[in-house]
């Protein structure tokens, strides 16, 4: 399983949804400037996560998007697989023709660690991340940052 930059911006664009989303839909333009993320990378990430049941969106004035399921129900590999293919490290791509069309001698090693690092992904939900002291703190100065922000905005108009 590789994790690319599709999928860490999913895991943390769902984080973001996971913690501020409790008050009512999030809006991915929102999520965008918390996170840095572009708006029409996330639209294309947010198709995928509410095509596999992740996320839920709300239309209209005040719409956006929920959490599919409960934050305890998401796991981090829920959410990578919803946006990537499964990729493994062996270069065969599991086919087991790495080399001149047969097994490799390490093939076994490169898809145990596949396994193990799936595993591991899967045992981690939205809300053990949620729970953690240094996501909860990061959240937090970043609001403060996007406040702060926005009152040198209201600044800069009223001279």
Known sequence: MRLSTKGRYAVTAMLDLALNGTQGPVTLAD?????????SYLEQLFAALRSKGLVRGVRGPGGGYY??????????ADI????DEWVEFTRCKGRQNCQEGQRCLTHSLWDDLSQQIFIFLSDITLNDLVERGEVREAARREKKAAAQAQVVGLKHQAA
Do not use: F, H, T
């Open 80 to 83: 990578i697989c919803a946006v």
């Open 67 to 76: 959490l599919g399921r409960e934050s305890d129900e998401i796991s981090v």
């Open 31 to 39: 999520i965008s400037e918390n996170q840095g993320i572009s708006l």
